[in-house]
């Protein structure tokens, strides 16, 4: 059995008063019989899209999926998509189907779909309608294709992207020749826009999977990072430095590109959010100078980067290196300076430029002055003290700098 909310329930209930089977399917179905919660509940029925359209003719609806036989209807505040029975062909731009026909069957619906743990469907009385044995592949941990696996990905090739995403998410295996179409239909992927590829790529980068799926797949991924080279050592290299960071993607996204020289191409490439890509940059910049003091090595990277970013440099950078030893040090003095709220940016100076102008600086100067009062502070040299840092302040404009 599995646990359907209320509202899911009136949808079905709604469509079977109105004469239309309707089932959960895809992604929910398998979720729940992993037993995790669903984070979304969609539905297919026979019903046509008009004849859902009028099913739920007092609800609010949303139609931008209409011409593919989706209607999303909205109950308190919650979008749920129900999708009519379809079958597709000609998918001449290895994306997207040329044909979608509506019918009133539902395994012909589902055989449709990419992978088998994804091809059922669910009725709370009527149970589990699984013509392709996707709940056994579920069991055994394997990710098969419905039907030819080379079929399903030339109809789409950025199901090979998606399945290994579920590879790493489930901790499935793909069955051989799910897993040799998969590397032989690779070069498909090069069709597929740049924001599809990334979206896939920054969710996969997130589960804990993503080493293995990397060292097992690793031709696929040089399709899609073509920066990183075809060097299998070096992809069996990159995936156990994955397995080793945290699971944030800036991080991994910088471990992947750590030894490429053309790192910023391939962001650019990828399309990644501005945010996002000025975080892998910002961590693929930053050098540590080992000449320093731990503690002033430490507040420089603070003040450079952040506190969270500051983090994941640390993770990065001895992910890199596999030296736990170096990491932990510098989280815990990391941890030390901000706990014991020690200066190390210029908002924490204990005067500011409207101090310093009453001193007579302004424009570059006064920039400049900060600068280096926040050095002295940052190297001990000086008190982090109003009069402390006024009578630095006059003894840099004294030497020639204002």
Request: hydrophobic fraction near 40%.
């Given at each position: 059995?599995?646990?359907?909310?209320?509202e899911v329930?009136?949808?079905?209930?709604?469509?079977?008063k109105s004469g239309?089977?309707?089932?959960?399917?895809?992604g929910?179905?398998r979720?729940a019989?992993l037993g995790?919660?669903p984070?979304d509940?969609?539905l297919?029925?026979c019903?046509l899209?008009?004849e859902?359209?009028?099913c739920?003719?007092?609800?609010k609806?949303?139609?931008?999926?209409f011409?593919?036989?989706?209607v999303?209807v909205?109950?308190?505040?919650q979008?749920?998509?129900?999708?009519?029975?379809?079958?597709?062909?000609?998918?001449?731009?290895?994306r997207h189907?040329?044909t979608?026909a509506?019918?009133?069957?539902?395994t012909q619906d589902?055989?449709?779909?990419d992978f088998?743990?994804?091809?059922?469907?669910?009725?709370?009385?009527?149970g589990l309608?699984?013509?392709w044995?996707g709940?056994k592949?579920l069991a055994?941990g394997?990710l098969?294709?419905?039907g030819?696996?080379?079929l399903?990905f030339q109809?789409?090739?950025?199901r090979i992207?998606r399945g290994?995403?579920?590879?790493a998410t489930?901790?499935?295996?793909?069955?051989?020749e799910?897993?040799?179409a998969a590397?032989?239909?690779r070069?498909?992927l090069?069709?597929?826009?740049?924001e599809?590829?990334?979206?896939?790529?920054v969710?996969l980068?997130?589960?804990?999977?993503t080493g293995?799926?990397?060292?097992?797949?690793?031709?696929?991924?040089?399709?899609?990072?073509?920066?990183?080279g075809?060097?299998?050592?070096?992809?069996k290299?990159?995936?156990a430095?994955?397995?080793?960071?945290s699971?944030?993607v800036s991080?991994r996204?910088a471990?992947?590109?750590s030894?490429?020289?053309?790192?910023?191409a391939?962001l650019?490439?990828?399309?990644?959010?501005?945010?996002?890509s000025?975080e892998?940059?910002?961590?693929l910049?930053?050098k540590?100078?080992l000449?320093?003091?731990?503690?002033?090595?430490?507040k420089?990277?603070l003040r450079?980067?952040?506190v969270?970013l500051?983090r994941?440099?640390?993770?990065?950078?001895f992910?890199l290196?596999n030296?736990?030893?170096?990491?932990?040090?510098r989280?815990?003095?990391l941890?030390?300076?901000l706990?014991?709220?020690?200066?190390f940016c210029?908002e924490?100076?204990a005067?500011?430029?409207?101090?310093?102008?009453?001193l007579?600086l302004s424009?570059p100067r006064?920039g400049?002055?900060l600068?280096?009062?926040?050095?002295?502070v940052?190297?001990g040299k000086t008190e982090?003290a109003?009069?402390a840092?006024?009578?630095?302040?006059y003894r840099?404009m004294?030497n020639g700098?204002?």
């Amino acid at each position: 059995m599995i646990e359907i909310p209320a509202e899911v329930r009136y949808l079905l209930d709604r469509l079977e008063k109105s004469g239309y089977e309707g089932y959960l399917v895809g992604g929910c179905v398998r979720d729940a019989l992993l037993g995790i919660v669903p984070k979304d509940w969609d539905l297919c029925t026979c019903a046509l899209p008009e004849e859902i359209v009028a099913c739920f003719f007092d609800e609010k609806q949303s139609l931008s999926g209409f011409r593919h036989g989706t209607v999303g209807v909205i109950l308190n505040k919650q979008l749920y998509e129900i999708t009519s029975y379809r079958t597709e062909s000609g998918y001449s731009d290895g994306r997207h189907p040329d044909t979608v026909a509506f019918v009133r069957d539902l395994t012909q619906d589902l055989a449709r779909r990419d992978f088998t743990v994804n091809a059922m469907a669910y009725h709370p009385k009527k149970g589990l309608v699984d013509p392709w044995n996707g709940r056994k592949d579920l069991a055994e941990g394997v990710l098969r294709c419905v039907g030819d696996p080379t079929l399903r990905f030339q109809e789409d090739f950025l199901r090979i992207l998606r399945g290994l995403r579920f590879a790493a998410t489930y901790g499935l295996q793909l069955e051989e020749e799910t897993a040799q179409a998969a590397i032989a239909c690779r070069e498909g992927l090069r069709q597929i826009s740049a924001e599809r590829i990334q979206a896939e790529l920054v969710r996969l980068l997130t589960e804990r999977g993503t080493g293995r799926v990397i060292a097992s797949f690793w031709p696929v991924f040089a399709v899609l990072l073509p920066e990183c080279g075809e060097d299998e050592r070096r992809w069996k290299a990159l995936s156990a430095r994955i397995d080793r960071a945290s699971n944030e993607v800036s991080v991994r996204l910088a471990v992947l590109l750590s030894d490429s020289d053309e790192a910023e191409a391939a962001l650019s490439r990828l399309r990644l959010s501005n945010k996002l890509s000025d975080e892998v940059k910002a961590l693929l910049r930053w050098k540590e100078d080992l000449s320093m003091p731990l503690s002033v090595s430490v507040k420089y990277l603070l003040r450079d980067l952040g506190v969270s970013l500051a983090r994941f440099w640390i993770d990065y950078r001895f992910t890199l290196e596999n030296r736990e030893n170096l990491r932990r040090s510098r989280i815990k003095e990391l941890e030390r300076v901000l706990s014991q709220k020690e200066c190390f940016c210029a908002e924490q100076l204990a005067i500011g430029g409207r101090e310093l102008k009453t001193l007579g600086l302004s424009g570059p100067r006064l920039g400049e002055c900060l600068v280096y009062l926040l050095d002295q502070v940052i190297w001990g040299k000086t008190e982090n003290a109003p009069a402390a840092l006024r009578d630095e302040a006059y003894r840099w404009m004294e030497n020639g700098n204002c």
